[in-house]
């Protein structure tokens, strides 16, 4: 039998992957994965053979990549930023059940929250919450008291999957919920397309952001009541005694 | 003038550093940090000038660090796990303050967050707050209420710097908070010297976790309503529906 192996590759490019992660990618036979990541590492290994499926076809992802390595090969299954946050680790796990076969194993890489913050400044120097917008798997009540109980407990705040096509106003839902308890001038932050050909940073107010467009390449950050802005940065400082 | 590059190093072995990471290292001419984090690197960068400062001195590391790059040396400040979650990166532009001077680059590292979930399942699928329980630098009141927020907004949970010699009871502290909202049987896990010698982990529930001896190597993690135990594996699914 051959194993699986979760490889979170980061934001998509080489440089911002583990060196752990360019190995598993170079010593597997297999690639499986989203089309979309699939492309964003097919150049540099070109020798493998690869399987994807599309966005939203996750459990067949899983599915696929567990039964190549039962048939003997060695997998590697390829993420986004992390493998393990918001990543397809977890449902390989569901999807192998008890039965602990085939040996998965799982790489872990640069979560958005890490790889945008660094874009950004330092907005994560202190405790934070990670919120995904997408109500897909999650109902939108759990995702609002999530953000309210971030808001009054002074979590800044690190929001995936701001928008979609069929969700275009999540963030100004999410921004008006936050401005409930945060006041408007809260020094907030757009990644955009992180490691990723345009990549771009904005450094903007709470107020701002509720009327920004965010698309699905967008990770946004709210910072906390210490947060502010040094030298165009978004500088989140590490306590609330002075430096 | 030099340049400064705060460079997030990961849990400390080189197979977890990121490609931009070690280039950056390779690169530099001066390496900065605290004493147990340039001990992880100076072997494999052995032509390097290394400069270091004991723990608590966070601040003067920093001035240590901009003054080399101003008398124009390109310096590379060595940080544990991320460069700015809990690292440096925010202290740097503090103190760099308004003048832009000199040049400072942030590259990001896998946060224990990150590489902790990992060694232990998948148990950050879905959202979650990240707590130091450190009150160096922050009240424990604001620390609890951030706790009670987590729990009580059903957040998996992952909690940074649990116990150090001087405060050996702040994880029984901290699940004592968590255990007025959560159930005993909660999931949970704990990782130790991520990717360093004599790695471990531990999957127990909040009950068990709650008499756990943490020292500051370790890195615990809270599962949220869904989170469970699948083969060992302390795995969170992905939504609240089926797979």
């Not at 690869?50 to 990549?65: G, N, Q, S, V």
């Not at 999540?170 to 008006?176: D, H, K, P, T, W």
């Amino acid at each position: 039998m051959g194993k699986l192996t979760v490889v979170g590759i980061g934001p998509g490019d080489y440089e911002n992957m583990t060196v752990r992660a360019d190995r598993a990618l170079r010593e597997c036979q297999v690639i499986v994965g989203y089309q979309v990541y699939v492309e964003l590492v097919r150049e540099r290994y070109p020798d493998k053979e690869f399987l994807t499926t599309p966005m939203t076809r996750e459990a067949d992802r899983c599915l696929m990549a567990l039964e190549e390595a039962r048939k003997g090969k060695d997998v590697a299954m390829v993420c986004s930023g992390d493998s393990g946050i918001y990543g397809m680790a977890g449902l390989v796990y569901q999807l192998r059940g008890e039965s602990g076969e085939p040996d998965v194993s799982v790489i872990p890489g640069l979560t958005a929250a890490c790889s945008g913050a660094a874009l950004l400044g330092a907005p994560l120097t202190h405790d934070f919450a990670v919120v995904s917008l997408s109500d897909r798997l999650t109902p939108w009540e759990k995702i609002e008291k999530r953000l309210t109980a971030a808001a009054e407990a002074d979590l800044s705040v690190v929001l995936y999957n701001p928008a979609s096509h069929g969700r275009p106003d999540y963030l100004r839902r999410a921004c008006e919920i936050l401005l409930r308890t945060l006041p408007e001038d809260r020094p907030c932050g757009v990644a955009r397309s992180i490691g990723r050909e345009g990549e771009s940073r904005m450094v903007l107010t709470l107020d701002g952001l509720k009327d920004f467009e965010a698309d699905m390449f967008c990770t946004v950050f709210v910072g906390n009541s210490q947060t502010r802005i040094i030298a165009g940065e978004l500088v989140t400082p590490r306590g609330y005694r002075n430096v």
